[in-house]
């Protein structure tokens, strides 16, 4: 067996609509909704960007309806996007949308190699890192 890509990320949320709102407004996603694989359940909620997205399970969800991680937390998460914008231009976009930074930029290691990084919060507390490569 070969593992290809990540195909989608689940992040346990307090408030779907005010998540949803946070990543399109900040990170520039695209929200949609699907139907999930057991019939009678309500839609869920999707955050798209480029060939991935993030699936917003409310926290309090019965993992019978929707299977999780054993600690279905919210704010636990750690999440790295990669943009083709400069860290300065980064930093003003977070600043024009009063998202306060947590750090940087600084220099991190990324799946690639070196890469400069910007970080701060979404609504439920999880560690957002925007972060560029050196080609940018």
């Not at 689940?10 to 057991?38: C, H, I, S």
């Not at 231009?89 to 990084?117: F, N, Y």
């Amino acid at each position: 067996m070969k593992i290809e890509r990540i195909d989608h990320v689940v992040l346990n949320v307090r408030d779907v609509e005010a998540a949803a709102a946070w990543y399109q407004r900040v990170l520039g996603m695209q929200r949609t909704e699907f139907t999930p694989g057991k019939p009678g359940q309500p839609p869920r909620t999707a955050l798209s960007f480029g060939n991935q997205k993030l699936n917003l399970r409310p926290a309090d969800t019965d993992p019978a309806d929707w299977p999780t991680g054993a600690n279905p937390a919210r704010g636990s998460d750690d999440l790295c996007f990669i943009t083709t914008s400069a860290p300065d231009d980064v930093i003003a976009h977070l600043r024009a949308c009063a998202v306060e930074i947590a750090e940087g930029p600084v220099r991190k290691q990324g799946a690639l190699g070196p890469m400069t990084s910007v970080y701060c919060r979404d609504p439920d507390g999880s560690l957002i890192e925007i972060a560029a490569y050196p080609d940018v």
